[in-house]
């Protein structure tokens, strides 16, 4: 399966950001939970992610385990919900090509709206968040 983007950049046009996707996993036996981001117009080989994981076969999150886990519904997964995961139990997975990126936009917990960051900024959150996360070559 690969997630594409359908057209949404209209909404993002005037940010001057980098807009990403981001999509919540969870893998085969529903124990470990993985938000995956990434630049909103590329593509996302679930079967590619599930090798360079190595966690078996991976499936979306449901809806009651967004809420458990993140705070949030559907729509509006974004890292910003981690400060939700005070058992930091969610890994979060970057493409490495966000580092590059000066600016980075995510939905702040609805996804009627973007909240731009600085990307140090962003990596100081991170690091306050306590959850691990790393960067990976994503596509």
């Given at each position: 399966?690969?997630?594409?983007?359908?057209?949404?950049?209209?909404?993002?046009?005037?940010?001057?950001?980098?807009?990403?996707?981001?999509?919540?996993?969870?893998?085969?036996?529903?124990?470990?939970?993985?938000?995956?981001?990434?630049?909103?117009?590329?593509?996302?080989?679930?079967?590619?992610?599930?090798?360079?994981?190595?966690?078996?076969?991976?499936?979306?999150?449901?809806?009651?385990?967004?809420?458990?886990?993140?705070?949030?519904?559907?729509?509006?997964?974004?890292?910003?919900?981690?400060?939700?995961?005070?058992?930091?139990?969610?890994?979060i997975f970057?493409?490495?090509?966000?580092?590059?990126?000066?600016?980075?936009?995510?939905?702040?917990?609805?996804?009627?709206?973007?909240?731009?960051?600085?990307?140090?900024?962003?990596?100081?959150?991170?690091?306050?968040?306590?959850?691990?996360?790393e960067f990976l070559?994503?596509?």
């Open positions: 399966m690969v997630f594409e983007h359908f057209g949404l950049k209209k909404y993002w046009k005037d940010l001057d950001a980098t807009h990403c996707k981001n999509l919540f996993f969870r893998n085969h036996k529903g124990n470990k939970h993985y938000l995956v981001v990434f630049e909103h117009e590329q593509n996302l080989s679930v079967k590619t992610l599930e090798q360079m994981l190595k966690q078996g076969k991976l499936s979306f999150a449901s809806e009651w385990r967004m809420e458990k886990y993140l705070g949030v519904k559907p729509g509006s997964v974004s890292p910003l919900a981690l400060v939700n995961d005070s058992e930091n139990h969610v890994k970057f493409d490495k090509n966000l580092q590059n990126a000066e600016k980075i936009s995510f939905h702040p917990g609805i996804n009627t709206a973007s909240l731009v960051i600085n990307f140090k900024d962003f990596i100081r959150f991170m690091d306050f968040t306590g959850n691990e996360y070559d994503l596509y």
